[in-house]
């Protein structure tokens, strides 16, 4: 079998033809729209890219905005919790405050009215005693205790300093000589010579009878007071026992 060179070299030659041509014609346009779709696709996935990255970033924010609500949100819930519990320790502090001055006051008054009664039950007690004390010394009234009272009464007067004694009777100065039960003449002459003496000279005086005495002999003048009674002593007991209560 022979080879026809010539039929080969036609061959090979339109094959090298067509080869050109495809590329010439066929390839490079395909080539070029191939890169052409490649350089497109790579846009789009750029711009895929690009888009993803701004939905990402855009994302990121909305999460750092929520997340800043959020903190926002919780703040403002403490501060309201604070405020709360602020508010809720004042108005405790306020109440144990208000009932701490209602139980000060309400002691402070339940001393007070105990202090009033006690007070009023000692005045009571002690006018009582006084009472029956007065009642039992106004029987007592007679001759011996009109000269009892009569030596205490002259012994107050004797106590004052001369010149004083001098002054109360000069110039015929009217003394008031005051009993609880009216004297007879013995006794009126004997009261008025005896406080003459303790003057130590002579005395006006004027005897006069008031019941509420109890029992005694007091002297009454311009310049001297001497309370010589049952009365005036239970007064002075009572003003004592006054005095002692409020100690």
């Known amino acids: 079998m022979s080879l026809d060179w010539w039929t080969l070299g036609i061959q090979?030659?339109?094959?090298?033809?067509?080869?050109?041509?495809?590329?010439?014609?066929?390839?490079?346009?395909?080539?070029?729209?191939?890169?052409?779709?490649?350089?497109?696709?790579?846009?789009?996935?750029?711009?895929?890219a690009r888009a993803?990255?701004?939905a990402a970033a855009a994302l990121a924010d909305i999460e750092r905005t929520r997340a800043g609500f959020q903190q926002e949100r919780e703040a403002i819930l403490a501060a309201a919790r604070q405020e709360a519990e602020a508010a809720r320790t004042a108005s405790l502090q306020a109440n144990a405050r208000e009932i701490a001055a209602i139980q000060a006051e309400a002691q402070e008054r339940a001393v007070q009215d105990r202090d009033t009664a006690e007070k009023a039950w000692s005045d009571r007690a002690g006018?009582?005693?006084?009472d029956i004390a007065g009642r039992l010394a106004a029987r007592l009234n007679?001759?011996?205790?009109?000269?009892?009272f009569l030596n205490w009464l002259t012994h107050e007067i004797r106590l004052l300093p001369?010149?004083?004694?001098?002054?109360?009777?000069?110039?015929?100065?009217?003394?008031?000589?005051?009993?609880?039960?009216?004297?007879?003449?013995?006794?009126?002459?004997?009261c008025r010579s005896e406080i003459a003496k303790a003057f130590g000279g002579a005395a006006q005086i004027v005897f006069k009878t008031d019941p509420a005495l109890i029992a005694g002999l007091e002297l009454h003048g311009p310049r001297i007071a001497v309370s010589?009674?049952?009365?005036?002593?239970?007064?002075?007991?009572?003003?004592d026992v006054a005095?002692?209560?409020?100690?």
């Open 12 to 48: 090979a030659i339109n094959v090298v033809i067509l080869v050109w041509l495809l590329a010439r014609f066929f390839w490079r346009p395909v080539a070029a729209v191939i890169a052409q779709r490649r350089e497109a696709a790579q846009t789009m996935m750029s711009e895929a």
């Open 52 to 54: 993803r990255d701004a």
């Open 127 to 130: 006018r009582l005693a006084v």
């Open 142 to 148: 007679g001759p011996a205790v009109t000269d009892t």
């Open 162 to 190: 001369e010149r004083e004694r001098q002054a109360i009777t000069a110039n015929g100065t009217e003394l008031e000589a005051v009993s609880a039960v009216p004297l007879g003449t013995a006794e009126l002459e004997r």
């Open 228 to 239: 010589n009674s049952w009365r005036a002593d239970l007064a002075r007991i009572l003003t």
């Open 243 to 247: 005095r002692d209560h409020r100690g």
